[in-house]
């Protein structure tokens, strides 16, 4: 958990108090396991920090040299990844804090980057626009997906071939293989502040105005459970 200017790791079975971090900075507004569950990273202001979840102890410090917005490991815990806002995503070495490759530059501020499951791709997202990596090399895989309001949320499948985008009114289905067909729009009749794959990849759930929709992915109809969530 964070708050005020400190993070703290507790243990999930006895509630007690394991460590209490300190990050610096404007104090933690980020704080993530890695897959294994033995590293941490915080973010607060410009610092990243990577913490040794045993001891406590921080075992690196990276500086993206801006405004931190989001940072996340890669699925084998081997690299990092951080978006900023001065419209770039970094990728480092979760070992060494070297840079992987150059900075990824965007045309407004970075909001969230996250790998899909096999750890090769990365999705970025800005504010009204969405793109896909290759996240070995930072060669973009898409043209950018474009959008006409803000971007509320970005996710992958579990298969890594579609991306799901929602913005206001619309939760948008992306298949981001090549040559494929570009979106399918799920619009709505309110705005949909919620929208996730189910772990199979087979069905989106969004919630909307109080309604909860499931729909299949591969023929994204509403399907018949249409649950009133109030």
Known sequence: TSGGDQARLWNRVSGVLQHTLAPGGDGPRWA??????????????????LWDV????????????????????????????TADF??????????????????????????AAQFDP???????????????????????LTEWIQHSDYIQAAHF???GDHVLTVSAETATLWD??????????LRHFQLVPSAKFSRDGRRVVTASGGDVYIMS???????????DAR
């Open 32 to 49: 993530r396991f890695s897959p294994d569950g033995r590293q941490l990273v915080t973010t607060g202001g410009f610092h990243v920090g």
């Open 54 to 81: 045993d001891s406590g102890q921080r075992r690196l410090y990276l500086d993206p040299g801006a405004l931190v917005s989001s940072a996340g490991f890669s699925p084998d815990g081997v690299r990092l990844v």
């Open 86 to 111: 001065n419209r770039s995503v970094q990728m480092f070495d979760a070992q060494s804090g070297q840079h992987l490759f150059a900075p990824l530059k965007h045309g407004d501020d970075v909001l």
């Open 118 to 140: 096999s750890g090769e791709r990365l999705l970025t997202h800005e504010l009204r626009r969405a793109r896909v990596w290759n996240s070995r090399n930072g060669q973009p």
């Open 157 to 159: 499948s579990p298969d």
């Open 176 to 185: 981001v293989r090549p040559g494929q067909a570009p979106n399918v729009a």
């Open 217 to 227: 992915s591969s023929n994204p109809a509403f399907e018949a459970a249409v649950w």
